[in-house]
């Protein structure tokens, strides 16, 4: 009786042995010879995944290194990084990371694929046209004073010029890299009914900057 | 070693794979690529009604530029209305004619609301053009997000070409899994059915354990909540799926394997006396 049920559970772990052999053979065979494509495919469905909050920075304070003139620590989208103050037009609005239609329904937004304060090239930072948020700027002035108030620094600019151009020709405002130029933008003419296909533009160069401990 | 023995191994190692195939693509069949699966899904998640939420919030967002109020949105399309237009635009992914999605009434009702808002605040100046421009917006905003901007257009010939793919790959290896079974217990007399099996059975858990590591299943975003609810889902089941079927399988390969060996043993007693 022993030896029979010794047969069988040795049966039974050769079979299972086998099994093994099998699948470990097929997985290690298709790993060589489409290692390559697998990852790939995988890193395409992870790119799906969208990190609304970076987790490398989500916690870490937002700060400016003031020799490499760049963030040390990046905000992540949708987070709160300023304040812009225009005294002229009584404007006082929270800034965000980002501009989609979703974060401009909370407050302004900052262009993601632009500059920050003081890193030396152009910031953009665009809002809907309603009082609390852009609605005023059209009646801004050469000369006139907009306060960015970052976690990082205080930084004053001078408004340059005021303009009206087409939605479509956003994509001429050159991010400048060499030099710091703040962008403000909305939706233009401000009082009209419907679609609005113009926008209003400020440009304004930096004239202090006052920096965090 | 005989070369009998060496085909026998040779025939289980394909049934292993066959079979590992035709169950994977079989699971494939019966969940993305079927229409029926797709939709009760769809109706599951709630994805209608995540959607109806979803249009309104963007089309609002167009609303504050517009000088409009939210009111003029009120009650221009139902959830019936989206479902019926996102039912006839996931059927062309299944192989049926793309059919346009009709906004005739939904447009007839926003601009009798505009109007309506206009009459009631007087002091408002329109401009006919921008207005039709706002409307027109809006129409895209409702077909783009039931389309997912084109997604589901250029996704269509790949969809329809793998599920060509697949209907062959489950043909072949059906037609492979017959023949290995046929050689196993017809011409080779001593072939190892249940090792097949249980072959399968690690595959399929494999597959598991291996996209349950590699993806990132719960932060799947992709297009707004609605759509990305749905793809987290569909994936999630998928992979259950395959865990809970690699499970069964294995299961029953060690049942087959147990009852083999019993059977063997008792033969061998039986010849022994």
Known sequence: MLNKVKKI????????AFSLFFSSFFIFSVYFLFRDKIYNSIFLINRLIVVEKNTETEDKEISFDSVKKRLVHYPYY??????????KVEINAVVYHGDTLDILDKGVGHFSGSYFPAEGGTVIIDGHNSPSQFGRIPGLDVGDNIIIEAKYGTFTYEVTEGKIMKATELEKINIQDDREELVLYTCYPISAIGYKTDRYVIYAKLVGEEYEN | MKI???????????MSITLFLFISFLILKTTVFNEHYFISQLDKNNYFESLYETVNKNM????VQS???KDVLTD???VNDLKKNVKDSIGVLYGKA???IDTTAIKKRLEDNIKRYLESNSNLVADDNSLDMFVSKMMDVYVENIELSNTIDTLAPKFTK???????ILIISFILVALSFAYLTVVSKRGRLSVSIMTCGILLIVIYFFFNKNVDVKNIVFYNDAVSNIIRAIFSNILKLFKYTGIVVLVFGFIFTLKRQIRQNRLKIVKIR
């Not at chain 2, 023995?5 to 190692?13: A, G, I, S």
């Not at chain 2, 793998?162 to 062959?168: E, Q, R, S, Y």
């Open chain 1, 9 to 16: 559970i040795k049966g039974i772990a050769i079979e299972i």
């Open chain 1, 78 to 87: 949708g987070e709160v990084w300023a304040t812009i103050r225009i005294p």
């Open chain 2, 4 to 14: 009998k023995t060496l085909l026998k191994y040779v025939v289980e190692f394909i």
């Open chain 2, 60 to 63: 609002s967002y167009y609303i």
């Open chain 2, 67 to 69: 000088g409009l109020t």
């Open chain 2, 76 to 78: 221009i399309y139902t």
């Open chain 2, 98 to 100: 793309k059919t346009e």
């Open chain 2, 162 to 168: 793998l599920n060509a793919v697949i209907n062959t």
